[in-house]
């Protein structure tokens, strides 16, 4: 069709090319005032050898928040200068600033940022208080390569605090050698409590807002506990990587549960208040203080360098999230925060979530992280990938009589890897399973669970390592109808061509509202029906209230009922010699020499 007669746009090209810039400082500016608007204030100055355009561009995404946020939304009251007098500027795509200096020499952009998102990657400004991402506020030159070093300076209220894990380099100034790390190292701005202790003999600070979130005698269970968990993850890689580790701890009681992201040498967690004290905390902090290792200085190849602009998928998330996830649940044994039986417990509850999903395989689902699949998956490459590193562990050891093992595939291939920051390959991973399992193939292995969609066969690797899969039948009551959620509530649907008919009493369209008396509006409305009616006799009739039409009406349906059987790890009292060492190198994170 006609283009109604418009010339081509050079303009409409997503990635245009910055001008050279150097000396580039960043000043963050919040105060007491502008706390109150929920706004921070940043400027960006540098130096440009001429006059050609810059284009600065903000990230898109966060590294380790695997999701297209479009932090260039918040940007509001966007300008630039050059001593004093404003510069015309443009926008060269959704999140890229252009800016046309007058002369060569300094130039300046300033603007606010909207700081009210209470998640990992965000910002979130209080009356007293400021967390913030580099990848919010911090812009770089459009396809330059980022090596750039770079300054923060920091201006606040003199009392307040801050905290992060850039170098410090002066007053309230710190410094990061690249723009990799510079965005790699949130902040905290403001009151809020700060302590450290020595963990495997380096410095690891505490930083928790609102202040008294976390009491003194927590605060003393919470470095006994990261003491435990570190030192079995010190001992998988042979090093400390970091001079001083910073935890970004927020309280917030509109959260439910908790979440953590991870950095090179800090993480941000944001819990809800009944997190704290509770054991899965520690396996959080666990699970983000592996990642110091396994993602931020091994990780796939697709996510080296990281791209900010653009979603950047890997087929082997399952690596950086599920085999970490694996090693929280081994800090936890290994260090002696839990025991034996609530390590397999541990990996029940992810063999029973895995159970529950449709089959997916590990690669699928890692390259869909970013599209949050709606179908139950958007997670399951965490507790699958955890199985499969259990599973290539035991195999591991069983192949060479327990003397590899997969802490010796993620220590060659942290010391391969790691130090030119370059990422592995899928060869290089399965290269090195190999050939720390002797030379044993496991190119099957990858074609039906990592590839595949076929069950993990967990009881038949695990005897090896003297568990069983045991199983818990349940006899779980059933409408026998299936619905769809929309703005009128839970909607009967009509039944699939050859499938069973709805039950008698129902037609397709009506909204349920209550079953057996519990409202469908209820969250925990299913788990409620299941416990009443488990134990009711086959046939049993329960009161159904729906909406049909312009009315309300209860009309009486029979239950039917299905059998289910949760897996369940145990130990297995046949095991033989060879398996129970296995289990003991499992459990205490040991070799044979
Ligand atoms: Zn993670």
Redesign the pocket.
């Known amino acids: 069709m006609a283009a109604l007669g418009l010339a081509p746009s050079v303009a409409a090209q997503s990635s245009v090319a910055s001008a050279p810039i150097s000396d580039v400082r960043y000043d963050v500016i919040f105060t007491a005032a502008g706390a109150t608007r929920r706004h921070v204030t940043v400027q960006m100055r540098f130096t440009s050898a001429s006059t050609a355009p810059v284009v600065l561009s903000l990230p898109s995404w966060t590294p380790?928040s695997y999701t297209i946020k479009n932090f260039a939304r918040n940007v509001v009251n966007f300008s630039a200068d050059q001593g004093g007098t404003a510069l015309r500027w443009d926008k060269t795509d959704q999140d890229s600033w252009r800016v046309f200096p007058r002369e060569p020499g300094a130039v300046g952009i300033r603007f606010d940022y909207r700081a009210d998102s209470l998640t990992n990657d965000g910002s979130w400004a209080r009356s007293d208080f400021l967390l913030f991402n580099g990848t919010n506020l911090f812009h770089y030159p459009e396809g330059s390569d980022l090596s750039f070093p770079a300054t923060v300076t920091v201006t606040t209220e003199p009392a307040w605090k801050v905290a992060t894990g850039m170098t410090p380099g002066g007053e309230r100034t710190y410094t990061a050698a690249n723009y990799h790390d510079l965005v790699d190292m949130p902040f905290f701005v403001g009151r809020f409590d700060l302590d450290s202790a020595q963990i495997s003999g380096r410095w690891l600070r505490f930083a928790t807002y609102p202040t008294g979130s976390v009491p003194a005698s927590e605060r003393r269970d919470v470095f006994q506990a990261l003491n435990r968990i570190v030192a079995p993850q010190v001992k998988v890689f042979g090093d400390v990587p970091w001079t001083t580790y910073t935890i970004l701890q927020i309280v917030d009681p509109a959260k439910s549960g908790g979440s953590g992201l991870?950095h090179v040498n800090s993480h941000v967690d944001i819990l809800a208040p009944e997190m704290i004290g509770a054991p899965v905390l520690i396996s959080l902090y666990a699970?983000?203080v592996f990642?110091v290792w396994n993602v931020k200085r091994m990780r796939p190849a697709d996510l080296v360098p990281y791209r900010y602009d653009e979603p950047q998928p890997s087929a082997m998330l399952w690596i950086s999230?599920g085999v970490?996830d694996y090693y929280a649940d081994l800090s936890m044994v290994r260090g002696g925060i839990v025991n034996a039986r609530g390590f397999y417990d541990l990996l029940t509850d992810k063999a029973v979530e895995v159970a529950s999903l449709p089959p997916i395989s590990l690669e699928d689902a890692s390259l869909s992280a970013w599209i949050r699949p709606r179908d139950g998956t958007e997670y399951v490459y965490y507790p699958k990938g955890a199985l499969a590193g259990l599973l290539l562990d035991v195999i591991i050891r069983d192949a060479t009589d327990n003397r590899g093992s997969l802490d010796g595939v993620m220590r060659s291939l942290y010391q391969s890897t790691a130090p030119g920051g370059r990422g592995f390959t899928s060869e290089e991973w399965w290269g090195a399973v190999s050939r720390e399992a002797n030379g044993k193939s496991f190119d099957d292995f990858y074609a039906r669970y990592i590839d595949g969609r076929e069950p993990l066969p967990l009881d038949s690797v695990l005897r090896l390592a003297g568990l069983r899969v045991g199983g818990d039948e349940q006899r779980e009551p059933r409408l026998g109808v299936t619905t769809t959620q929309d703005s009128s509530g839970f909607v009967v649907t009509q039944p699939l061509p050859g499938g069973p008919p709805l039950p008698a009493g129902l037609e397709s369209g009506d909204v349920l509202l209550a079953v057996g008396g519990i409202g469908l509006s209820d969250a925990l409305w299913l788990e409620k029906f299941r416990v009443r009616y488990a134990r009711a006799n086959d046939g049993t009739e329960v009161p159904v209230r729906i909406r049909r039409g312009a009315g309300d009406q209860t009309v009486k349906v029979r239950l039917g009922f299905v059998s289910r059987v949760d897996p369940r790890i145990v130990e297995d009292p046949r095991a033989s010699p060879k398996a129970r060492q296995i289990r003991e190198g499992l459990l205490r994170g040991t070799t044979r020499p």
């Open positions: 380790g991870e699970h983000e990642h999230e970490t």
